[in-house]
């Protein structure tokens, strides 16, 4: 933070977690920014890198073990040298995804500035094909998400971008009081969001134009793709900062619609256009379909749009109780997640603001912006239970929460969260709950091409879990009936997550079957899918 | 949240109050102080440090305002033959100023201490609800609301805010029974109706909240905000059509419960930020004398501030008064030339104006400052093409294409430019592919019909289907231009007789609306197909025909 109050300054950074070596666990990479301002140096920093040199993004390779007992001993190596991978820009998220079906894992950095697509080589290195590829979007990009829109097999990139904004034309904007503080993004205009058809030979089209019809581009901070209608063809859920959110639907034809308006997704119940930072697809009430949850600005509440199956939402925000206990925070990086493994999702949200908190200003806190993240339980009611008080001392630090990527990075069968922290450090959030509870560990991948099949969808005939599966509505509804989850990467804020499916299954240890919609359309299923082990469905293989 | 008690001011608290008894402070919570206090006396009372937050980096006349009331403050309550009343009263302004200056835990002490000192005034349980309100402390919030409503049990305003608070926690039932009283009270009250409509709406009890919300928004109409919910109403109903046209209408206006702590503390603080606040919230309720006499106070206070002044330039404008409009953006450019925006103000008043060449040049600068500005970009490139100056024209709607692939006017205005330089077959190919994009604005399909009527290029002609197109167009809407269109076509296919009555027609109508120029321009085209002969010009000067509104 250089203390001119730079917009990105405040907005990262997002994180990864993606087995770039196809070992079986789940590596790191992380986002790093850079000194804005002509001619500033990073020691002139409110808070300077130890080492200013080294200011770059960063490869961390997992060197999980795990041990006779089944202890897990993480170590990570900084990689980053050998890797191939010069991201020296502003950074601002990562997302991941196999662009050319090798089946080896490559990178999309999106930055304040010209966008980075770094090709897997699958030999521990990575090489830079931004220009060769068509996607160095020279927008100030937030989040991006990898998706097979056309079902022809490559996957094919929506980048979110943010706003119009330039360092030598920054705004100067100030509180009542006229202290000075960061800009609201209604102070500049939004840039527009790209979708990038993937050519299958390296390089990808911009379709912005002909594939995008009907909708107002905002300044786009969160992105995820899931299928909202069931009609088997992925979707786009697009978060923008106040300004109405998009719901491209797909046309199936090679165009979208947005239809976020009349379908509930754009505003809040009242009307209002909220900051809407992370996002996440997810069906927390088992029903069958992929709910929305936002995080948002202080004062505004979490949102929460359930689904009736058609894309069509109705806002859940104050009846959950997630809007209520979340209007003192600003949440960044959030996701889906059954914390826990007693196959409900819940949710946890990385907070930090944006504005300066009084109380922390008028302290001379040299940082006034951190906060508490929190954690919020499923109660299989439609309700949530604020458990942060419960879940860990590492939920009593205050920070500035950004990203936050959701995966099992110790293979012990929880989903575990990586976050970044602006101006703080990365922090790893090990989970220690779930693994005391059965789970279904699933890699679905694809026939021919050997990657992640991200928008594959799973439905787990989910046994009974005993005591979470009591009378009445939700619960009711989920006993023995199908669990459905998906594989994804997106989500979040800026962030790249473990596209590995993992369903809690309670305490029951009886083999489930599973059924596989694959995003070609091909309906597969597996039967005595062993428990508490990861295994690997590949398309083609099932029934 | 940590309190910072600095030691100078606590020291002058504890000086100030040798008189006084207790070391026990009052709780936000209790509901008494110790010993209730007789008005009038001065008895020792337990109070709350005050502390003026740091102001360093205030503005300067917000500091000064501050540090003024508080010096005011000090010395009152150091003095021991202060009436409990006044020095509740004082606390409670205090407070007051540190809320509108948005020190909100700086305001807390003040309103407990004005209600501990004055149990019985209900303005200060009031101010703590809303003050704990905008903390986003919903359960303090509704405890002071509450107790607001036992001190004053009629008040539909307190009751309704309440409701809100509810429902914002989703305490459906409690919010339901908050609204229906506040109806008691005062059964027409908007904002009680909308709230009332609103949980109806969270229990998918559709009809009930349709009823509401209409009601509301009769109550109401400037409530924009009703909009949206009485949207999901229709929608929840099934009634698809009615859901949109509300949706087109949403906008940010709420329908507010009346309330009057919140209207004190308006306009108390001296900020330019306040007044500019205050100033866009009138703009946005087209309440245009309110919202001018809001932003001069902001530019008095901050006279260097691009943003207040451009706003004064907008409001007055709004309230008929060009001139002192310019002269706000004029002052603007001055003090501020890289202000791009009060340089599209002021071009497109100079257009407006008829000072075409000025007001280019400042449309022109605006781009310079802020290429991405495409509102302006549009607006230079309507005014280069009235200028006759196509290929520049051509160029700014090409340039906002490369921003905005998906701007229809960026790419109407570039079809229509293209008929200007004679370029009919790439115009053709244009608005083809704009009327399939774009089916909801109406001037894609008007434009081409002209270009098939009457484009001198052979191969670009097509006389049946540009007269079955502006047949369609004028079932939709009668225009003296369309009427024109039609006219061209007819003759365009050889039905000259018609053709000329037709023109007779429009001309009758253009001359009856007072437009002599456009009528004159008619008779040439009325000659020829008189004559037996077709038009071949697409357009004339200034035509309307390449005037665009875009569709919300």
Redesign the interface.
Known sequence: MSGEFYFPENMAPGVGLFDFDNDGDLDVYLVQGQMLGGGRRANQALFPPRDPSALKGRLLRNDLRVQGDGTRVLRFTDVTGQSGIEARSYGMGVATGDIDNDGCVDLYLTNFGPNQMFRNQCDGTFVDVSRHSGTDDPSFSVSASFLDYDRDGWLDLYVGNYLDYRIEANEKCFLVSGERDYCPPTAYRPQRDRLYHNNGDGTFSDVTGKALVDGDFGPALGVTAADFDSDGWLDIYVANDNHDNLLWMNQRNGTFRNTALLAGAALTAEGKAEASMGVDAGDFDNDGDEDLFMTELTGEGANLYVNDGSATFEDWSARSGLGPRTLAYTGFGAAWFDFDNDGWLDILTVNGTIAAIEALRQADDPLPFHQRRQLFRNLANGQFEDVTDRAGTTFERSEVGRGAAFGDIDNDGDVDVLIGNDAGRTRLLINNVGSRKHWLGLRLVGEKVGRDMYGARVAVLRPSTGARDGPGGLAARANGSRVWRRARADGSYASANDPRVLVGLGDSAEAPRVQVVWPSGRVEEWTAVPVDRYTTLTEGGGR | ????VRGIAVAAVLVGCSACGSNVAPSADSSSPIGRPQPGAAVPISRLPVVL???S???????QQLRERYSSLMLKAGSSTTPIAEMAHDYGEMGKLLM???????AEPCFLNAQALAPDDARWTHYLAHLYR?????ARSAAMFERTIQLRPGDAGVLSWLGAVY????R?EPAESLFAKALSVQPRMAAALFGLG?TA??KGDYPRAVKLLEEALAQDPLAS?V???L??GY?GLGE?DK??AH?KQ?G?I?PAPPDSVLSELNGS?Q????YE?LGTRALDKKEWVEAAAYFRKGVELAPDSASVRHRLGTALFMTGDARAAMQQFEEVVRRSP?FAKARYSLGVLMLTGGRESEGIEQLTAALR??P??VEARLRLGEALRRRGRFQESLIQFEQTLEI???NAEGRFGFATTLIRLGRYRDARVELIEGTQ?YPRQPEFGRALARLLAAAPDDSVRDGAHAREMARRLLEERQTIDLGETMAMALAEVGQYQQAAALQREVMAAAAKAGRPDVVRQMAANLALYEAERPCRTPLRMDDPVESFEPVP
């Not at chain 2, 905008?134 to 919903?138: S, T, V």
């Not at chain 2, 429902?167 to 989703?170: A, V």
């Not at chain 2, 900020?271 to 306040?274: D, F, N, R, V």
Request: glycine share 4%; no cysteine.
């Open positions: 949240m940590r309190r910072v937050p740091d102001l980096r205030a503005a300067v006349p917000v500091a509108a200056a948005e020190y909100r835990d700086a905008l903390r986003n402390e919903p429902l914002l926690e989703g459906l609103r709406l969270a905000a909009h949206y919910p949207a999901m929608r698809r859901a949109e949706l949403r940010q709420e603080l900020s330019a930020l306040a606040r890289d400052f802020d991405g500005y905005d692939p998906r994009a």
